[in-house]
């Protein structure tokens, strides 16, 4: 009998200075990069999330896997949530926003690097997108909806940016002593939170 040998997905927490940084563009896409977008996209599963930055598992790279549900259509759907909730998992190799709205949205955010932490965060309602994709084919799409909200919190990623970095002054407030406590238990984990299956 042969038992499915486990893997280990780790994703790093918030107070890890790889989440910090700028990432590097993905130069091209080699056999190390596919494995890198393979290996993300498992770990969004696993963690049940619908969106990972490669900087959360530790590589400061412009690659981001979205998994968003196909039912996270919105009403009057855009072109890009026609285009990309089809696709998923989609894995977006050097992603852009080309142009944001001026009418904003606020929503509920979290994020697997701030595990159980939401805060309303204030963004664009719609975005125009661009990125290649692992084969070189190149999506621009406009988008609005959850798939907005989730671009532009994976594209913060790549820019060392966290949703717990746009929230305003009172909502910064209701989230510092839980965010506190985890940075300390960050620091005593290696910033690392471990999933095995
Ligand atoms: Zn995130």
Redesign the pocket.
Known sequence: MFLKQKKRYVVRTCGDPVLGEKARPVMAVTPEIRALAERMTEAVQVYN?I???AP?VGESLRLVVFDLPEKALSPNPTPGELLLLPRMPFVAVNPEIILSSDELSCQE??????PEIFAPVVRPARVVFRASTLDGEVIQCETGGLLARCIQ??L??LDGK??IDRLDDEEAQKIEAELKQLKRYGAHHNYQRVKVK
């Open positions: 999330g969106g990972l930055a959360q955010e979290g994020c697997l690097s701030v919190h994976e913060d990623h966290l949703f």
